[in-house]
């Protein structure tokens, strides 16, 4: 049996799937600061039985958790002669340009921390000066006098050559074998030495939080004999063993989301549907991402606390390309000094939750405004709900201060939630030159099923997908996935001049790289297969595009066809292009998957059942336009394969609701997902 679990910040989820490919699932509350325990706590609700366990996935926010709520270690940073306050200086570029009184991000690593070492390469990675070993033990000497818990080494084009880097981290080991130690070359093989060091820095300042994390899971999965085949889901949208997780744990930044994201594309592919917008709102935020022509797109231009009033803080390592914002389930729904109506970032967690929770919460949320117009049963909650007090946390709250009922003032919250969810969906469609009527949205989480039919209409999409079980949908997506390790070099050649024997050994030495690791982790060569991208750009220009280019040698035709594919999806991505520049590579990507077996999906059973016979009730819904009006309830387990519904109804199951609005047809597939047809006309 396999089993994935994912933790967010309201629920940890939980998906399994036996020998014969039937699946379940479960949820239960997440359990900070002790996460783990919110593992086991939701193995055992599934009532699976521990000893069949043979492979255990896992997708974990204890890193962005870390970072953001700056509950990691003191560090420690190594760095080069001269380049100590390449942290502080940063990027010149300023998000938020009017703003005289602009603070710049203030360093993860203090000024004091930050110890030169007389070290140098130049910039095609030949040694200047070489290493003074002794500068190394005169700074952890200052180190542990200072307390500090890890440290961090990045040396000036240690991304071409990491000899000194390397050095330097044998020395701290050997004479401090206590400290946790992160080199940027184990981490990043990019350029831009501001991202690469924050990158490290991170790794180090997340890194003693992550190993007890992990540790301590791998404790208590050891004590119910869950012993091997364990991994944890990584930011580029593969798995890979609880040992890497611990050298690298920047890694798993967005380590649960990802899981959403891959498992849309696999999706997308069991339907024949390759142009997908995944969409996920949870408790605490909703997250979106683009797949085109089924390619989950991954990025190392990651940046956390990003906005558009800070710079916020780059990770030079993949990650499929995620935008995020505060709006979930739990997103209280606020007024500010203006008198305007928000909604988020701020949310009332699992803990005391929404009002509807009846466990201390008194500012209304997302929730709370979807229990009170109808699109949610009370009967679904895991508490008693008292919608007096729902109610009069909207009259109080929101409906008071604008003279409006409180049916309104729950509308406008649900409307507010919806237009930062709207702007996030055209951030990573319309503004990157893709036609949203070109694509389908894929909604899932505990909210996207119930905010994705009026969404995909306001943005243009004619078609929405509900996928089974849609809650755990991320948790699903880790079944699916592969192990999966990314290699990226920076590798400035023109391409119109490119030696074709030197580029086909870099790729060949890239290959080789990922072989010994994939051995290390017991797949055999002949499970591992490569997908190769670009990074290409016009000569003198600052931004490139990744281009997917040939698995095979390279040729004068395979520069050919590199060349227009480039022309062409810089004229996509930019609007232009320039067919008669010279064109040259930044970085060389190959993606190396370890394939392990997928469990089968199986249809649903022929039914003679009818749509009445999975209608529960009707009862009042609040709608814009019509008011409250009576709307027909449907129990999702119910409905068979080929069973049509038209709106406004609601389809229900124990941890999501279906809304379907005016206009609107659901149809069911012989998969069992719900598919919308949100009435948008090309």
Request: proline fraction near 4%.
């Amino acid at each position: 049996m396999r089993v994935a679990t994912d933790i967010g910040g309201t629920f940890t989820d939980l998906v399994y799937v036996d020998d014969q490919g039937t699946f379940g699932y479960a949820k239960s509350h997440t359990t900070p600061p002790n996460f783990e325990d919110g593992v086991i706590n939701v193995i055992r609700k599934s009532s699976i039985d521990f000893d069949e366990i043979d492979m255990f996935i896992h997708g974990s926010t204890v890193v962005i958790n870390a970072l953001t709520e700056r509950k990691g270690v003191k560090v420690g940073l190594l760095t080069t002669k001269g380049t100590r306050d390449v942290l502080e200086i940063a990027r010149g570029n300023r998000p938020d340009l009017y703003n005289f009184k602009y603070q710049k991000p203030e360093p993860f690593v203090e000024r004091h921390l930050r110890i030169e070492v007389e070290e140098r390469l130049d910039y095609k990675g030949n040694v200047v000066t070489s290493l003074n070993e002794a500068d190394i033990a005169k700074a952890i000497e200052y180190f542990k006098e200072e307390k500090v818990e890890a440290i961090a080494i990045c040396f000036l084009h240690s991304y071409l050559n990491p000899t000194h880097e390397a050095r330097a981290a044998e020395i701290v080991k050997g004479l401090w074998p206590e400290v946790s130690v992160s080199a940027s070359y184990e981490i990043t093989k990019e350029w831009r030495e501001y991202e690469r060091t924050n990158t490290t820095v991170l790794n180090s300042y997340v890194k003693p939080t992550a190993n007890a994390y992990i540790n301590n899971l791998s404790n208590k999965l050891s004590d119910f004999n869950i012993k091997e085949n364990r991994y944890i889901m990584q930011s580029n949208g593969g798995v890979t063993t609880f040992d890497n997780a611990k050298n690298i744990p920047i890694n798993m930044v967005e380590s649960g989301p990802v899981a959403g994201i891959f498992g849309a594309a696999i999706l997308g592919d069991m339907i024949g549907e390759e142009n997908i917008i995944a969409f996920d709102i949870g408790g605490t935020t909703a997250k979106c991402s683009l797949i085109s022509k089924g390619e989950v797109k991954v990025t190392t231009d990651y940046y956390i606390e990003k906005s558009e009033k800070k710079a916020g803080y780059p990770i030079k390592v993949p990650v499929v390309d995620i935008v995020e914002i505060g709006n979930g389930g739990g997103s209280i729904a606020w007024i500010d000094e203006l008198g305007s109506l928000k909604v988020g970032p701020q949310s009332a967690g699992s803990s005391p939750g929404p009002v509807a929770y009846g466990q201390g919460g008194k500012l209304p949320t997302t929730t709370d405004a979807n229990l009170f117009v109808g699109r949610l049963s009370s009967k679904n909650f895991d508490y008693e709900v008292n919608l007096d007090e729902v109610r009069y946390a909207i009259e109080e709250n929101v409906a008071g201060h604008f003279n409006v009922t409180p049916e309104e003032g729950a509308l406008g919250i649900i409307d507010i939630a919806n237009s930062n969810m709207l702007n996030a969906l055209k951030l990573i469609s319309v503004r990157k030159g893709y036609d949203p009527q070109d694509f389908t949205l894929v909604a899932f989480g505990g909210g996207g099923p119930m905010h994705a039919a009026e969404l995909a209409r306001d943005l243009g999409v004619r078609k929405v997908i509900i996928p089974a079980s849609p809650s755990v949908f991320s948790a699903w997506g880790m079944l699916m996935t592969d192990l999966r390790h990314d290699y990226i070099q920076t590798y400035i050649k023109l391409l119109n001049t490119l030696d074709l024997v030197e580029m086909n050994a870099k790729w060949a030495d890239l290959e080789q790289h990922a072989y010994e690791q994939f051995k290390k982790e017991q797949v055999d060569e002949d499970r591992v297969l490569f997908s190769r991208f670009a990074d290409l750009r016009y000569v003198g220009q600052e931004h490139t595009v990744k281009v997917p280019v040939p698995t095979s040698l390279w040729d004068e035709e395979s520069i050919a066809d590199i060349l227009t594919q480039f022309h062409t999806m810089h004229e996509q991505i930019y609007s232009f292009n320039l067919p008669k520049s010279a064109v040259e590579i930044v970085n060389v990507h190959l993606i190396s998957f370890g394939k392990v077996e997928k469990p089968i999906i199986s249809k649903l059973e022929a039914s003679d059942a009818s749509v009445s016979d999975a209608k529960i009730e009707e009862r009042d819904v609040f709608f814009h336009n019509i008011g409250w009006h009576q709307t027909p309830i449907y129990d999702r387990a119910k409905l068979t394969s080929g069973l049509e519904i038209t709106g406004p109804a609601i389809v229900e199951e124990q941890s999501a609701s279906t809304v379907i609005m005016e206009n609107q047809k659901l149809l069911v597939d012989v998969y069992g997902n719900l598919i919308i047809e949100t009435g948008v006309k090309s």
